[in-house]
């Protein structure tokens, strides 16, 4: 019994240190500091408990042993996924990893923190003194009385907790709450438990999923229908698409200058183009799933999950309706360019659900030595390479670019960017900018090979922003260079830092401007539609059209706080945007505010329904046909580009065939030192004689 005290006690701290230094749990009274200080206690005494049932000494220390070493997994891991995600891990998300499999290794070593030791160091010096004998193995069997005390024990402790929670905060595990409220009310094991118990429920209720559970998300999305803009729909018809995806780009970084240089001076220049049409309130709408939870926004008009990456946890069967499907079934060619490995967020699957014909990934790039960062190619060479693929896919198109480069931990080779970072104390910010005016260069290195290939002119190109890049955590440090005082930041401060950019630029157009709507990530696709003169009233899109008059400004992000012109909510706490204060709405405006918040939770309650159950299995708009993701293989992409160019022979309207069968890969200019450095023997200089002076 002294030994499992022992190492209760040890778990308990090291626990509490995870609270009150790496998490961030809102403390606001005394009352749940108490609650957080007893509820690890009850779980860890549950659990290690189970040991006691193991009479014999030879099962009965390795087993509690291997517990603790377990449930220290499960600690450190949440810490480092905190830090990161400033969430909690979920089952799903564990369980999702081994999706996830590749580039998470040099994040996480960036994300550890000195004090880290602390977490495995007692299972160190137990360990060492066990082995020295300076702690004694008790050799006499344990009555099964003790286990069974215990066990109570720690069940009557964690109902007390329980009770205590649901004092300060009602409803805790019936109603929806942040998951911060149960880990501060109940702790991570209790937390961890509860989402397995969830997670299988959603399994179960997908099996027994039904066809009229439609009718209620049809009825929603047709009552927030938004008819385009007349003068809008179709103006890029027939046009190639091109998408880049701005790795952890927000708004600020546009136009924004450091130590007197502009750190993305191309993309200024685009955004305030007459060739487009930039927003400057658009907002990411992420959840745990981030990079992929942009991507399920753009292709398929619905919301990523409240929990987890739909990628990694439906993308391998769930049926959709997705953008690559709907314009291939238009006549155009769909494939996505990215320097990572396929199976990072389960893309090599979720890509042939969507229905992506092509998915170039690392396999088709030389991604050794420094030209890879721990995410992937590095941008400039992941433009200038997929030209070779570019160039033989039929016309129209519609293509994606994952960038990777302005990706946490901001980390780029010195001879990749001379760019002088701001000091503000804090490395991540520092380099934020660094990487951010990298992609700046690739971009503008991509704009002039679509310039000189002939490209530019029958494209219009998307450039959004897929979520943040510098977490609440760091934004303190930001605000300096915001002109904000950190000591006044708030709230308020991190929702409107959630900005992220979006530009449509269509090259040759003159009436582009600068648009102050109000939208999200979610709007996307039907504005995109629109633009390209597609109906998108026959799929379920949870968004509207941008330039539609009849769009609904409430932005919901995936934690149900929102954005609207007005108004925002965070965390049930409503700020005015003209004050940037608090307020407390009463009378019209509280029932203004609680519309909108309906709606907020309307919209996500449905998609995760549509999303959870399955339910577009059951939903067939007119015209489209279901993708059959047998029909896609990423192995051999080029191979099957150039056969299909044989094939039609005159009739191929790639830029290959159009350019007289003659590569364009030429016109592509690039400064990447990691191509630029190179030297053959042909054109190196071999020097005989080193005393030789006649200049020979």
Same mark, same amino acid.
């Given at each position: ?43 860890? *005494? ?33 810490? /480092? ?12 998300? *564990?369980?999702? +990893?081994?999706? *996830? ?28 003194? =066990? ?5 004694? %193995? ?28 649901? =004092? ?28 397995? /118990? ?6 179960? =209720? ?43 780009? $927000? ?74 499907? /709907? ?7 769909? @494939? %996505? ?100 005016? +990298?992609?700046? $260069? ?25 979520? +943040? ?26 929702? $409107? ?5 979006? =530009? ?9 401007? %600068? ?23 026959? +799929? ?29 909510? %965070? ?30 939770? $309307? ?68 400064? @990447? ?24």
């Amino acid at each position: 019994m002294g030994f499992v005290t022992l190492l209760v006690v040890l778990f308990w701290l090291k626990t509490l240190v995870a609270y009150f230094v790496d998490f961030k749990l809102g403390l606001s009274d005394p009352f749940q500091f108490l609650i957080v200080i007893l509820n690890p206690l009850a779980t860890t *005494v549950l659990l290690f408990g189970l040991a006691l049932y193991l009479k014999r000494a030879r099962f009965f220390y390795p087993f509690i042993f291997l517990i603790d070493i377990l449930n220290t997994l499960l600690l450190y891991i949440n810490v /480092i996924y905190f830090r990161e995600f400033t969430d909690f891990m979920t089952v799903s998300t *564990v369980l999702g +990893y081994s999706k *996830v499999d590749q580039g998470l290794s040099g994040s996480s070593l960036a994300l550890t923190s000195p004090h880290d030791i602390l977490y495995w160091l007692d299972l160190v010096i137990v360990l060492v003194l =066990m082995l020295m004998r300076r702690i004694y %193995v008790d050799p006499r069997p344990v009555n099964k009385r003790v286990g069974l005390a215990v066990t109570s024990a720690a069940l009557l402790a964690f109902s007390v907790n329980l009770t205590l929670g649901e =004092m300060d905060r009602p409803q805790l595990l019936t109603r929806t709450f942040d998951r911060t409220y149960v880990v501060k009310y109940l702790g991570l094991d209790a937390f961890t438990v509860y989402d397995g /118990i969830k997670s299988g429920h959603t399994s179960e =209720m997908r099996s027994h999923a039904k066809k009229s559970e439609l009718s209620g998300i049809l009825k929603y999305v047709h009552k927030n229908y938004a008819a385009p803009d007349k003068k809008l729909y179709g103006v890029a018809k027939k046009k190639n698409v091109i998408i880049i995806h701005l790795e952890s780009f $927000q708004q600020f970084l546009i136009n924004k200058k450091v130590n007197g240089q502009e750190v993305t001076p191309f993309l200024n220049k685009l955004y305030r183009s007459k060739s487009t049409y930039s927003f400057d309130n658009f907002f990411h709408e992420v959840g745990q799933g981030k990079t992929s939870d942009a991507e399920t926004m753009l292709e398929t008009g619905t919301y990523g999950l409240s929990q987890g990456s739909l990628f990694t946890q439906l993308g391998n069967d769930n049926t959709f309706q997705a953008a690559p499907a /709907i314009f291939n079934q238009a006549g155009y060619t769909t @494939a %996505v360019f990215h320097g990572n490995v396929g199976s990072f967020w389960n893309r090599n699957n979720t890509y042939k659900n969507l229905g992506y014909q092509y998915f170039f990934d690392a396999s088709y790039y030389d991604t050794s030595g420094d030209k890879s960062l721990g995410y992937g190619l590095k941008d400039k060479l992941l433009f200038n390479d997929s030209v070779k693929y570019l160039q033989h896919l039929q016309q129209p198109f519609y293509v994606k670019y994952l960038t990777v480069s302005n990706h946490f931990p901001f980390s780029l080779d010195s001879e990749d960017s001379n760019f002088k970072t701001p000091d503000t104390g804090d490395k991540t910010v520092d380099n934020y900018f660094k990487t951010a005016n +990298y992609l700046d $260069q690739s971009i503008k290195e991509f704009y002039h090979y679509l310039n000189k290939s002939g490209l530019a002119k029958n494209s219009l190109v998307m450039i959004y922003g897929d979520h +943040y890049g510098i977490s609440n955590s760091s934004n303190k440090s930001l605000a300096k260079l915001l002109g904000v005082d950190p000591d006044d930041w708030n709230d308020y401060d991190n929702a $409107q830092l959630q900005r992220v950019p979006l =530009m449509f630029n269509m090259p040759g157009y003159t009436k582009g401007k %600068v648009e102050h709507t109000y939208g999200g990530e979610i709007d996307v696709l039907p504005t995109l539609m629109h633009l390209m003169g597609m109906n998108t009233k026959k +799929y379920l899109q949870f968004g509207t059209d941008l330039f539609s008059s009849e769009h609904n400004q409430v932005v919901a992000f995936r934690n149900r706080d929102w954005e609207s012109p007005g108004y925002t909510s %965070v965390d049930g706490t409503i700020y005015s945007n003209k004050t940037q204060q608090e307020i407390h709405p009463t009378g019209k405006l509280k029932a203004k505010i609680e519309k909108m918040q309906k709606h907020v939770n $309307q919209g996500l309650n449905y998609s995760d329904s549509l999303n959870s159950k399955n339910l577009l299995r059951f939903y067939h708009p007119k015209g489209f046909t279901a993708v059959d993701p047998a029909d896609y293989n990423y192995s051999d992409g080029l191979q099957k580009a150039e056969k299909l160019e044989k094939k039609l022979g005159l009739k191929s309207t790639s830029l290959f065939s159009r350019n007289g069968d003659k590569s364009t890969q030429g016109l592509y200019k690039t400064d @990447a030192p990691e191509l630029n450095h190179k030297q053959t023997d042909s054109n190196r200089i071999k020097i005989t004689n080193p005393d030789d002076t006649s200049g020979k």
